[in-house]
């Protein structure tokens, strides 16, 4: 099965949260099928890194929640998504309660996410919620930012100062294309599910049937969202570094550079180690997509692992309570670098990079025997961030890409 048939619908994956614009800005090209965005799933080889105790997690009783909610320090509360691994995203949350006021990170791939959301934290607390951080303008991270806006008119939102530029422009043509071509995901999806065949046209394992239903309802939330959406721009601008307080308790948000986008926020606790890493973290297989910066990723993650946290956050995937899953996304990122470059300095073309950058020992790191996790690392990481890295490149030397 020529996966390439399926490219005009299959961008919707790719257009949802990233743009995918060719060396030019044009629309995407068609080989650009493979730059499927996955997120986490259940579990990985990582899983020893998790080590969440039981009484931490408290899953809501009396009703299916798509959500567990960790206590990872007095009054601070990680919503780890439940989703499985797959096309489509929605992004933990992170509820950080104060004496008075609460910050909520990122919202979510629709209202009606971020109201459930906004339904636990109310049984966490009555107080207001007066800031919403969003570590990126990825759409899966920004539109239930409404939900609070209408629930406490006088909440802020936080973001970088590139996502006033991407947000209304990149951010606004990928959900043009995520509109138009969700129907068809959707159809595409349940009759590879009814065939018993995966999206390469092999037999369908049980994890990608799982995947391929989550994004059958993720999307359909989002198309339900589409005539109503309202994007709502960041009124408090980080560019390096702000400090909130909540009386004893410090909220750090910092940008460290680029990687997975030009506007990834963490948020650090100080006293409490924790770091809310946005999208700079996923798991169990990276997302280093078309709007990344492989070249600076290496180093943006290095000043994240010298803020010492003891707990981290990802956007998508459990929270970590080490530093090895940092460490392999430090050295896969590395690895791109030193490739990309090696063979830029030979005067390989995009197409050749594609071929001779090897990064088959990183796909067994991530996705062990997983089809499905290869097929991610593949689409998501491989094929996309050489492009990425070499677009990066061109515009270092200040040369448009051809
Ligand atoms: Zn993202």
Redo the contacts with the bound molecule.
């Keep these: 099965m020529n996966l390439k048939k399926f490219v005009p619908i299959l961008t919707i994956a790719a257009t949802a949260?990233f743009c995918v614009p060719d060396l030019k800005g044009n629309a995407p090209k068609s080989d650009r099928f493979d730059e499927l965005r996955l997120r986490r799933c259940e579990s990985g080889q990582f899983s020893r890194d998790i080590l969440a105790s039981e009484s931490d997690v408290i899953v809501a009783a009396g009703r299916m929640s798509s959500f567990t909610v960790e206590k990872i320090a007095d009054g601070v509360y990680a919503l780890v998504r439940k989703e499985p691994a797959s096309l489509w995203f929605n992004p933990n949350n992170v509820i950080i309660i104060g004496e008075k006021d609460v910050i909520v990170v990122d919202s979510n791939i629709s209202s009606e996410y971020t109201r459930e959301v906004l339904a636990e934290l109310k049984k966490l607390t009555n107080k207001p919620v007066k800031y919403v951080i969003n570590t990126?303008w990825?759409e899966?991270?920004v539109i239930g930012n409404r939900v609070y806006r209408d629930a406490f008119p006088d909440v802020q939102f936080i973001g970088h100062r590139s996502t006033l530029t991407d947000l209304p422009t990149t951010g606004a043509a990928n959900r043009k294309g995520s509109v138009e071509n969700g129907r068809g995901l959707i159809e595409l999806l349940k009759k590879q599910i009814e065939k018993g065949q995966d999206l390469a046209g092999q037999e369908i394992t049980e994890e990608a049937r799982a995947g391929y239903k989550s994004d059958i309802v993720l999307v359909s939330s989002y198309l339900s969202e589409s005539p109503k959406f309202e994007i709502i721009l960041p009124n408090v601008i980080v560019d390096d570094l702000i400090e909130l307080r909540q009386e004893t308790r410090r909220v750090e948000v910092r940008f460290l550079g680029k990687a997975?986008?030009a506007a990834d926020l963490v948020v650090y606790l100080p006293k409490e180690k924790i770091a809310i890493t946005?999208?700079l973290i996923v798991h169990p297989v990276p997302?280093i997509g078309s709007t990344s910066y492989p070249l600076e990723y290496g180093a943006t993650l290095r000043k994240l692992k010298a803020l010492d946290a003891r707990k981290l956050v990802p956007?998508h995937g459990p929270v970590l309570r080490n530093t090895a899953y940092l460490d392999h996304m430090i050295d896969l990122t590395d690895a791109i670098k030193i490739e990309v470059e090696a063979a830029a300095a030979r005067g390989e073309t995009l197409d050749q990079m594609r071929k001779s950058v090897d990064l088959e020992k990183f796909r067994k790191l991530f996705a062990g025997d997983s089809k499905h996790k290869s097929f991610v690392f593949r689409n998501y990481v491989t094929l996309p961030a050489v492009a990425a890295a070499y677009r990066g490149l061109h515009h270092q030397k200040g040369v448009e890409a051809k």
Excluded: E
């Design positions: 949260f990126h990825h899966d991270h997975h986008t946005g999208d997302l956007g």
